[in-house]
């Protein structure tokens, strides 16, 4: 009988097997024809973004640092050097940029500072905020970042007959992203030490910049450059800030910003150095010249640009009620287990709905909701999965433009993560820096 059985085994055992392999290609093919079925009836949505621009407008009067910030800015920012991003430039601004840091670096008594932002001179530079998303893949643009910066005299002294420059102005501060108020740390310190041209100078220069702020809706930054010539008011830096901050809201025009806008509005107080410590003082004419051998290293310029998108997504997330601010979050999950292409869609549909008018909304006149999704994707994408953590895996039934575009979602992520980490460090090391 078992001689008889085992032939019987056998065969079993391979009509089993081929069975079984039938199974795996008609399992095949059936993933096969739901994919291409998924695909034929998908609609044209376009996973690629193109990178939306935000718009950042400096002022300041003439002498109080902006050139030198600026160079130092990009110096600092040029390499992904404790960050993921670097910010990229124009050829040619690349070689003013750098022309303007080694001058400024240069100790050798043949070189002075740069040359300064003339009276109703304006300087126009587009940053492209990049970072890299695969290992030898090129670096990926994320978005870009148009500075302009203004001589403050443009608010101050009477214009030319038929000049339509102030005019330009008022209409990029109304439709920025950011601003940033530039107030030389010189003036502080000599109001502090009780000499009149101190006092003189920072009246000017609050009463040339506040007003036009109060209007503006977006974020506000007032940098305070030349700090290391403020070095020895206080040896506690806290304590140090706390004195300028009185000092500052001891002008009315100044209070009235921060009590104003306070609650609705991310005001800042970022105190830099383009230099950093021990590189310059004050000769007995009052001037800031260089310290022979003095070495540059700047303190914190990559904190005014690196703030603009996370503050400004903080104060459109602020600015929502309750039940946006609801919906908005519960966007934000639903976004972290959806594909690429499912995001997309979804996005679609949350811009129609209530609180994605009312987000669009909170962005106020800004340039940045003129690109339209791109930055609620950003916005969305930023506040998932903390912390810049990535997705995890990524669906193997994704097509390779799907993977690409979360790859790209999670380093965007990323991006925007780290930029929240330098103005959290700030706020640590400084709690009198956030005004609002």
Not at 16 to 24: G, I, M
Not at 231 to 249: G, K, S
Not at 289 to 316: C, M, Y
């Amino acid at each position: 009988m078992a001689v008889i059985r085992l032939p019987g085994r056998r065969a079993m055992l391979v009509t089993t097997f081929v069975v079984l392999v039938l199974l795996l290609i008609a399992f095949v093919a059936w993933r096969k024809r739901v994919a291409e079925r998924r695909n034929r009836n998908r609609p044209g949505f376009e996973l690629e973004e193109a990178p939306p621009t935000f718009q950042v407008v400096a002022l300041g009067l003439q002498g109080s640092g902006k050139t030198l910030l600026l160079a130092s800015m990009y110096h600092r920012l040029k390499s992904p050097a404790g960050q993921s991003y670097f910010l990229k430039a124009s050829p040619d601004d690349v070689l003013h940029l750098n022309q303007w840091f080694s001058q400024m670096a240069d100790t050798s008594g043949e070189a002075g500072w740069p040359p300064g932002t003339a009276k109703g001179e304006t300087r126009h530079f587009t940053f492209t905020v990049k970072t890299q998303i695969a290992s030898g893949v090129r670096p990926r643009p994320m978005f870009h970042l148009k500075y302009l910066e203004y001589a403050g005299e443009l608010l101050t002294e009477p214009q030319a007959p038929g000049s339509t420059v102030q005019e330009g102005l008022f209409d990029e501060i109304r439709r920025a992203d950011a601003l940033i108020g530039i107030i030389d740390g010189n003036h502080i310190r000599q109001h502090l030490d009780g000499a009149p041209q101190g006092q003189v100078r920072l009246e000017q220069t609050l009463n040339a910049l506040v007003p036009i702020m109060l209007e503006a809706e977006c974020p506000v930054s007032f940098v305070i450059t030349k700090w290391d010539l403020l070095a020895d008011v206080h040896p506690d830096e806290r304590v140090r800030l706390e004195l300028v901050q009185d000092l500052l809201t001891s002008n009315d025009h100044f209070r009235s910003l921060v009590k104003i806008h306070g609650s609705s509005r991310v005001v800042r107080l970022i105190p830099v150095s383009a230099v950093g410590p021990g590189f310059a003082t004050v000769d007995s004419t009052g001037r800031v010249v260089k310290v022979p051998e003095g070495k540059v290293h700047p303190t914190r310029v990559d904190v005014p640009l690196s703030a603009v998108v996370p503050d400004l997504f903080a104060q459109v997330e602020g600015r929502l009620d309750e039940d946006a601010r609801m919906a908005f979050h519960a966007e934000v999950h639903r976004r972290n287990q959806l594909t690429p292409l499912e995001a997309v869609a979804s996005l679609v549909t949350f811009a129609g709905r209530t609180a994605g008018r009312a987000m669009v909304a909170a962005f106020g006149p800004s340039a940045a909701v003129l690109t339209g999704n791109a930055v609620m994707s950003m916005l969305l994408d930023s506040m998932g999965r903390g912390r810049g953590e990535p997705r995890g895996h990524l669906d193997e039934d994704l097509s390779q433009a799907e993977r690409d575009h979360q790859q790209f979602r999670d380093a965007r992520r990323q991006v925007i993560e780290d930029m929240r980490r330098k103005v959290a460090v700030l706020e640590d090391q400084l709690p009198h820096s956030r005004l609002s």
